[in-house]
């Protein structure tokens, strides 16, 4: 999976990616301690997709993700 962000360093996600090579909120973490493989997700205003993709790797080839 491929997360594109605008690249640009004066969007706040491209920067803190680059920097980080991370997302760096802790609902990430939190989120991950309950998604299971076959589970289904709900990322509202999901943005660029980076709790999207997190979740999609979570939930794996047989869950599903709504962004």
Do not use: C, H
Request: a negative charge; zero cysteines.
């Amino acid at each position: 999976m491929t997360l594109a962000v605008r690249p640009r360093l004066d969007s706040i996600t491209t920067y803190v990616l680059l920097e980080q090579e991370t997302w760096f909120e802790k609902e990430l973490p939190f989120l991950m301690q309950y998604l299971q493989p076959g589970m289904t997700a709900v990322d509202i205003g999901a943005n660029a997709g980076v709790y999207s993709l997190r979740m999609a790797r979570a939930v794996g080839p047989t869950g599903l993700v709504f962004a």
